[in-house]
């Protein structure tokens, strides 16, 4: 649509980040304040978990809504019920309106998300676009997480929730400061969450269950389990910090990895770094817990900021395949953390850690095609 500068994707970008502010909050907040906002404790997991599930089903159709009404409309709408969203948390005090929220949310992210694809796949270097484009994305929740605690320190909840409302407000400024011309996608008639996915998105779909669920939430039994006279306050502190890294990794390492996929192509970098994860997985396994948190982080952030360039690459409707992706990739993340959760205590979580990695080696080889194909991909070979 012959958008050349980067000012639309960050645009975009930063509409999405500020929007995030409530939602990246109530992940430290509810587990712990539960009681206190009228939520009983056996609710969180579903509400913190329910925006993932409505995704699965909203991404394919908010396509739709951008052929028939254009990028910018509906971000601005998005990013609208996101802002009310969070205005919502600080006068709910029951499980419905919590529910009614998050599903909300749900659906604007699912919006924000999409559409903020949208404006990168426009750019000639799509690499750097995509990015810049999720480098900006997490940092809003980053930023989030540094200034609401420091709000509950010297303020109500309700209050809280109503500040982050207000300072979420630069999200409808980023929106509505968005390019005005003719943005509609292309229609389709398809409806991606019910494709069976391909070797691609299968890949999308396995890491996500693997590192986005499985690890994420085992990570501290896993210090337990294999360092001698460990306690779980100091496994915690391992694991928060090692978390704490991967955000800081999807900041900083998505625009080195936009900028090496416009050297050196996007699909062998999306290659590359499902190898090297793949590695970092085993170390894991192996018992070099912090070596292989570092390797699986640093380059799981590089593969998703740019898959989405992988996954439209030679499709018609490139709106369409990205949302696709997404729709795996939320399926796999919602379903990992469930699966996360029974094996934090489970005899059988390497077991189920080195088949995992051995299906997403399976997989990375079929998405290759031929071992020489392999080579050359994995190795550069011209």
């Known amino acids: 649509m012959?958008?050349?500068?980067?000012?639309?994707?960050?645009?975009a970008a930063l509409a999405l980040a500020f929007g995030s502010f409530g939602d990246a909050f109530l992940y430290a907040f509810l587990p712990v304040n539960s009681l206190s906002v009228g939520v009983p404790i056996m609710w969180v997991g579903l509400l913190l978990s329910i925006n993932r599930f409505i995704r699965i089903i909203s991404n394919?159709?908010?396509?739709?809504?951008?052929?028939?009404?254009?990028?910018?409309i509906v971000m601005i709408l998005?990013?609208?019920?996101?802002?009310?969203?969070?205005?919502?948390?600080?006068?709910?005090t029951g499980v419905v309106a919590w529910l009614l929220f998050r599903v909300s949310w749900g659906l604007s992210f699912s919006a924000m998300r999409i559409g903020t694809l949208g404006y990168a796949l426009q750019h000639s270097r799509l690499g750097i676009a995509?990015?810049?484009?999720?480098?900006?994305?997490?940092?809003?929740p980053m930023l989030a997480l540094l200034i609401a605690p420091f709000l509950l320190s010297h303020f109500d909840v309700q209050t809280v929730f109503i500040l982050l409302s207000i300072l979420s407000l630069p999200a409808l400024y980023f929106a509505l400061s968005l390019p005005k011309a003719d943005d509609r996608t292309q229609p389709t008639s398809a409806r991606t969450f019910l494709k069976v996915p391909s070797a691609f998105n299968s890949i999308t779909l396995l890491s996500a269950i693997v590192i986005d669920g499985i690890v994420v939430i085992v990570l501290g039994m896993l210090f337990i389990h294999y360092?001698?006279?460990?306690?779980?306050?100091?496994?915690?502190?391992?694991?928060?910090?090692?978390?704490?890294?991967?955000?800081?990794?999807l900041v900083v390492?998505?625009?080195?990895?936009?900028?090496?996929?416009?050297?050196?192509?996007?699909?062998?970098?999306?290659?590359?770094?499902?190898?090297?994860?793949?590695?970092?997985?085993f170390f894991l396994v192996f018992g070099w817990i912090a070596t292989g948190a570092v390797i699986v982080f640093t380059f799981y952030s590089i593969n998703t900021a740019i898959t989405p360039g992988s996954a439209s690459r030679?499709?018609?409707?490139?709106?369409?395949?990205?949302?696709?992706?997404?729709?795996?990739?939320?399926?796999?993340?919602?379903?990992?953390?469930?699966l996360g959760g029974f094996l934090i205590s489970s005899l059988y979580l390497n077991h189920v850690l080195v088949f995992a990695i051995f299906s997403l080696l399976i997989l990375l080889l079929i998405h290759l095609g031929t071992a020489q194909r392999a080579l050359k991909n994995l190795y550069l070979w011209k």
């Not at 998005?78 to 709910?92: D, E, R």
């Not at 995509?130 to 809003?140: A, E, K, N, V, Y």
């Open 2 to 11: 012959g958008l050349n500068g980067l000012k639309a994707t960050s645009f």
């Open 314 to 338: 030679g499709q018609t409707h490139l709106l369409a395949a990205v949302a696709e992706n997404a729709t795996w990739r939320d399926i796999g993340a919602a379903v990992g953390t469930l």
């Open 227 to 249: 360092r001698e006279n460990i306690t779980p306050v100091i496994a915690t502190t391992l694991a928060a910090f090692y978390l704490g890294y991967r955000r800081v990794c």
């Open 253 to 281: 390492f998505s625009p080195a990895g936009g900028w090496l996929a416009d050297r050196i192509g996007i699909d062998r970098v999306f290659n590359i770094s499902i190898a090297l994860v793949l590695v970092g997985l």
């Open 130 to 140: 995509l990015g810049i484009s999720r480098s900006l994305q997490d940092s809003g």
């Open 60 to 72: 394919g159709l908010m396509v739709d809504l951008f052929a028939r009404y254009g990028l910018r």
């Open 78 to 92: 998005a990013v609208s019920v996101a802002i009310f969203s969070t205005l919502g948390y600080a006068f709910s």
